[in-house]
């Protein structure tokens, strides 16, 4: 039976990771926070975001960064690939340029679009769905790579990743995960130390889809054709995450006097302060602690967007005049001053 995760790592529920995963109890037993793997769900991996979609946000000539980056060995500079706008006399810059992006994949440049469940409703729709079966905080971000080249250099990420292969095909490795929690995510330089001994390399099709536990490092190139791919980050929370749950929880229902009067009124604010805390230590676990502040993350998620559109809304509130019975409002009356002349 297909169950939800829970905090402690058991299967739960989880329609939404199946269609990538298969099976979710074998996944969150066997690969979870583990090692990585390749799937090959049934029909394909579903990808809410498509090329087709790509075409429509580029086209649009209103899709700016930081949303669209582009890479070839280091990021580009935003110049190489954006343009400016007029708008009411003012001209902000950063709007994506469709030919310009054209020529940089051309010439081997990969195209980074990032946060794509902040701006596209379909993707925001099922990573809301992910996160509350994953009960963490979870992004897209979508990838496409000229066949030949490397997308990112070897690095790391801060979070467990579901790649799934919408388009061609790309040869990913998978090194070694951190040895100790002393670790850094992004590039991985000879400043870390020795080469982190690759442990897998798969080439993934249209449909395949990959899971990279966090931390892993990894890199890829594309191989047949235009290569694109939407990865599903799924975040966990840190130390500062938990001190601010924590700064946040101890918060909960306090009120004090922001300016007390006196050294006795001072001491006494004080005394409820460390009376206030006391008590919300004492009632609060490690476990709860943790899932507060993935609660949290959760709720940073933009939501699911309204059912109703605008058109829709429209609809509702249109009065249509044919059936209008109601009175019509009253005329001015006009009267005579004493010059003769009209007045209301």
């Avoid at 670790?183 to 080439?203: K, N, S």
């Amino acid at each position: 039976m297909t169950e939800r995760i829970s905090e402690e790592g058991t299967a739960m529920h989880a329609p939404t990771l199946a269609q990538w995963v298969g099976n979710p109890d074998e996944f969150l037993i066997s690969y979870w926070n583990n090692r990585p793997g390749v799937f090959q769900p049934a029909g394909g991996g579903y990808s809410s975001f498509t090329l087709d979609d790509l075409d429509a946000a580029i086209s649009t000539e209103f899709f700016r960064e930081p949303y669209v980056e582009m890479w070839d060995g280091d990021k580009l500079p935003t110049r190489k690939f954006t343009t400016a706008r007029t708008v009411a006399r003012s001209t902000p810059g950063g709007f994506a340029d469709a030919r310009k992006i054209r020529e940089l994949l051309d010439k081997g440049a990969t195209l980074l679009l990032r946060c794509v469940d902040q701006w596209h409703a379909p993707t925001r729709t099922l990573l809301v769905s992910l996160a509350e079966e994953l009960g963490r905080h979870v992004e897209a971000f979508f990838f496409v790579t000229p066949a030949g080249r490397q997308g990112l250099p070897l690095h790391r990420d801060d979070a467990d990743v579901l790649v799934v292969q919408v388009a061609g095909s790309k040869t990913w490795h998978i090194h070694e995960g951190p040895t100790d929690e002393n670790w850094h995510a992004g590039r991985v330089t000879e400043q870390d130390g020795p080469r982190p001994a690759e442990i897998l390399r798969t080439t993934l099709h249209t449909g395949d889809v990959l899971y990279v536990p966090r931390g892993f490092a990894h890199w890829a190139s594309a191989d047949e054709g235009l290569s694109a791919h939407l990865s599903l980050t799924v975040r966990e929370v840190g130390a500062p995450d938990l001190v601010d749950t924590l700064r946040a929880l101890l918060a909960e229902e306090l009120r004090l006097p922001e300016r007390p009067l006196g050294e006795e009124a001072l001491t006494a604010t004080a005394a409820r302060l460390l009376a206030h805390t006391t008590e919300r230590l004492a009632a609060l676990t490690p476990q709860e602690l943790v899932s507060r502040a993935r609660g949290r993350g959760r709720a940073g998620m933009p939501s699911a967007p309204e059912a109703a559109s605008f058109a829709e809304l429209a609809a509702r509130w249109e009065t249509p005049r044919a059936t209008d019975t109601s009175p019509p409002a009253p005329r001015p009356v006009l009267s005579r001053d004493s010059t003769g002349r009209g007045a209301v």
